[in-house]
């Protein structure tokens, strides 16, 4: 009798809920009326003339009939804490929504008036006002539009339209900073096929995320989108392609003249829509923004909607630490300073010596994160310019399977680089206000968020997944010491696969998470294959080696093995030796005691290019391979030493073998991604590292090879 009436109540509470959903979305004009105005986006200020399209506040509320939320997105670089607290602190008096539940976030155009200073820009004050006026009347609109609605979602992969701009340098094309150093390995926009780079620091996220709400008949009311992709580019005063995108996708899905459409910017800090890989392209403003709208028209038609969805939302203040100058440099900024007065600095290093005092002078921070939960998706918000890695943790972890990051919501904090990033140097983490926070702020805001994210859920965060393919399981079938994947999204450690617990620790000057070896191609801006052999169901990654190396202590005896893919990206006439992949030796032996196995250069002649095996300056034997290595693509690679007698095979057949006295001390370190003394490391990416301590046979190669059905690449 109970169960009778309960499951009437339930149901009944089911259609309250579904009827209580509702929806309001509006767009507010915020394009200035005044000329000349300060544009800001550069190094150095500058002024724009007139608009040459409409800049918005395009803002949607939400509310389940519990809790009611606000998300605005608005077509402005970048906007600070204040101008954005006062913006919700006005919609808050308005609507009654707490400021709490409403995240507001800039688009990232960087053809919009300047409301905050950045670099060598001052903010327009009278802008800056009208501004958060026009945020908080977006808001209040959007309230007062809400009506009964439906909402659905979904995800689709848009690998074209977004690359990484931050590529790794050869170590003599490092980039001078503005303080007089040639401290950058890494460096935004290397030109398109640059002898200078090498490859890119890190991956990109693919993702077109869309949250679609309809009225209750089913007409199209509003569409937020939101993709990892810097901006396009455009002349100042526009909203470049973020406006194009809001402006047409509401014709493509046959939406009426009050349809909202939105894209807010995601994790795009190193992202930009350039394949530097590739050569240059015809591309337009128009073209690339039609051809987002098209791809994101077609996975509207097949999302799902609903009658209702739950709705959460949380928020947290992390205090972090600004990089103070040392005295110095602030010696030095203030000279330059002082000659600057009078005048606004006028070269990069006026800019970033004004910078380093603004930051003494406020050398810490407080920044403010979000999580939000809409039904099934979950939303994080965070007010800075993050690298796509970054938005790659937060799903990855996600208790919500289905998420997508904001970023320069609530405040414009600057870029925030990995801690391994950090030692690549480049732009992005020069001292300033667009990216001054200290070397952890990344690791701390993803655990914040993850925390945020886990509250609006009520679920704890997934574990990243470590499936192995079948070339890991030939691997792990045959018993290695250690067996080193590289897939690492974050940290220090190489963790061991074989169970053995023999961790290896990266050193400075290696980046994680690229693609890795897949079975066709070099995989630089290709999509990566699902599944893989290497990976299984999800994309396959690698490290790339960029002066650094990963340390093991491995006891390998008299007789061992070690197996590898490399992908090497220093050309055969760029030095020496091209570089070393593994080295067996006690570290910073300058005899360079032990074995190392590497690629010619320039001083093994007719074997540049080519694998070489050395065993150190005091015995000074070299064995050298046949066979040119492709450039910028994988081979596979195995080393046998059984006694004095040394194999090595490239891409499973058998490329050398000969005589070599064994040198190396007992409990010598194992290295991959360099030499023991650190004399010419490896320039590129190693993947599925794996140690024996035995001398492994003919056969165990050809069949590891075999099983991971890769195509060798053409020579």
Same mark, same amino acid.
């Given at each position: ?9 339930? !149901? ?34 500058? $002024? ?38 006062? !913006?919700?602190?006005? /919609? ?84 001078? =900073? ?78 009426? =003249? ?38 994101? !028209? ?27 100058? =040392?005295? &110095? +440099?602030? *010696? ?10 009078? +005048? ?56 919500? +399977? ?26 992005? $983490?020069?001292?300033?206000? $667009? ?83 897949? +079975?066709?191609?070099?995989?630089? &801006? ?16 690698? /490290? ?6 990963? @340390?093991? #202590? ?19 006439? /760029? ?27 320039? !001083?093994?002649? *007719? ?39 040394? @194999?090595?095979?490239? #891409? ?40 024996? #301590?035995?001398?492994?046979? =003919? ?10 059905? @890769? ?5």
């Amino acid at each position: 009798m109970i169960h009778r009436i309960l499951l009437p109540l339930l !149901a009944s509470a089911a259609i309250a809920a579904a009827q209580d959903f509702r929806a309001g979305a509006a767009a507010v004009d915020i394009t200035p009326t005044t000329f000349p105005i300060v544009v800001n986006g550069g190094f150095t200020e500058k $002024t724009a003339a007139k608009a040459f399209d409409s800049l918005f506040a395009r803002a949607l509320v939400l509310d389940d009939g519990r809790t009611r939320i606000a998300l605005c997105v608005v077509d402005t670089c970048m906007m600070g804490r204040g101008l954005i607290d006062g !913006a919700k602190a006005i /919609a808050s008096r308005e609507t009654g929504i707490p400021t709490e539940r409403m995240l507001v976030s800039a688009t990232h155009t960087h053809t919009a008036p300047s409301c905050m200073g950045a670099l060598g820009s001052t903010s327009d004050e009278n802008y800056a006002l009208y501004l958060q006026v026009r945020v908080a009347d977006a808001i209040a609109e959007a309230a007062r539009n809400l009506a009964p609605a439906r909402i659905g979602w979904t995800v689709v992969p848009a690998w074209e339209f977004t690359n990484c701009r931050r590529w790794i340098r050869r170590p003599d094309k490092m980039i001078a =900073d503005p303080f007089g150093l040639a401290s950058g390995r890494a460096h935004m926009h290397p030109g398109y096929e640059s002898p200078d780079a090498i490859g890119p620091s890190g991956p990109t996220d693919p993702d077109l995320s869309l949250l679609s709400v309809q009225t209750r008949d089913g007409k199209p009311l509003a569409l937020l989108a939101n993709f990892s992709m810097h901006y396009f580019g455009a002349q100042a005063v526009s909203a470049d392609y973020f406006g194009k995108f809001a402006a047409g996708i509401g014709k493509l899905i046959g939406a009426g =003249d009050s349809f909202v459409g939105i894209m807010s910017q995601g994790t795009s800090g190193d992202s930009h829509w350039m394949d530097y890989s590739k050569p240059k392209t015809d591309m337009t403003l128009d073209r690339y923004a039609d051809g987002v709208m098209r791809l994101a !028209a077609d996975a509207y038609a097949k999302i799902e909607h609903r009658d209702s969805a739950p709705l959460a939302m949380a928020e947290a203040t992390l205090p972090l630490k600004m990089r103070v100058a =040392d005295e &110095s +440099r602030l *010696e030095w900024a203030r000279k330059l300073v002082r000659e600057a007065v009078g +005048r606004g600095p006028k070269t990069k290093e006026e800019v970033y010596a004004r910078e380093q005092l603004i930051i003494a002078a406020e050398p810490e921070r407080e920044i403010v994160l979000q999580a939000v939960r809409i039904g099934d998706i979950g939303i994080t918000a965070l007010p800075n310019e993050v690298y796509a890695i970054t938005g790659l943790k937060l799903k990855a972890r996600s208790p919500l +399977r289905t998420t997508f990051n904001i970023e320069l919501a609530n405040g414009g904090d600057g870029y925030i680089p990995p801690p391994e990033q950090h030692a690549l140097g480049g732009y992005t $983490t020069w001292a300033a206000r $667009t990216a001054g926070l200290e070397p952890q702020a990344e690791p701390r805001i993803v655990e914040t968020l993850l925390g945020l994210l886990e509250k609006v859920s009520g679920e704890k965060r997934r574990a990243i997944a470590e499936p192995v393919g079948a070339y890991g399981k030939a691997v792990l079938a045959d018993k290695p010491a250690a067996f080193w994947r590289l897939n690492e999204i974050e940290g220090r450690r190489a963790a061991d696969a074989s169970g053995r617990g023999a961790d290896a620790a990266f050193e400075d000057g290696v980046a994680l998470h690229l693609p890795g070896v897949q +079975r066709v191609g070099g995989a630089i &801006s290709t999509p990566p294959e699902v599944p893989s052999p290497f990976s299984g169901g999800q994309i396959n990654r690698a /490290a790339h080696f960029a002066g650094g190396r990963l @340390r093991a #202590d491995a006891k390998l005896g008299p007789a061992y093995s070690v197996e590898l893919w490399l992908w090497n990206g220093l050309a055969a006439n /760029a030095r020496a030796i091209t570089g070393y992949v593994f080295s067996l030796g006690a570290d910073g032996d300058k005899t360079a005691a032990g074995d190392h196995l590497g690629i010619g250069g320039t !001083a093994n002649g *007719e074997a540049a290019g080519r694998l070489i095996f050395f065993n150190g300056n005091k015995a000074n034997t070299t064995l050298t391979g046949r066979t040119e290595l492709a450039f910028r693509d994988w081979h596979h690679v195995v080393l046998v030493r059984d006694g004095r007698k040394v @194999r090595a095979y490239l #891409d499973g057949k058998l490329e050398f073998e000969g005589d070599a006295e064994p040198t190396s001390a007992a409990g010598a370190s194992a290295f991959l991604g360099g030499r023991c003394d650190g004399f010419a490391n490896f320039e590129g990416k190693l993947d599925e590292v794996a140690i024996y #301590d035995r001398a492994i046979s =003919d056969a165990e190669v050809a069949r590891h090879f075999q099983v991971a059905g @890769r195509t060798p690449p053409a020579r």
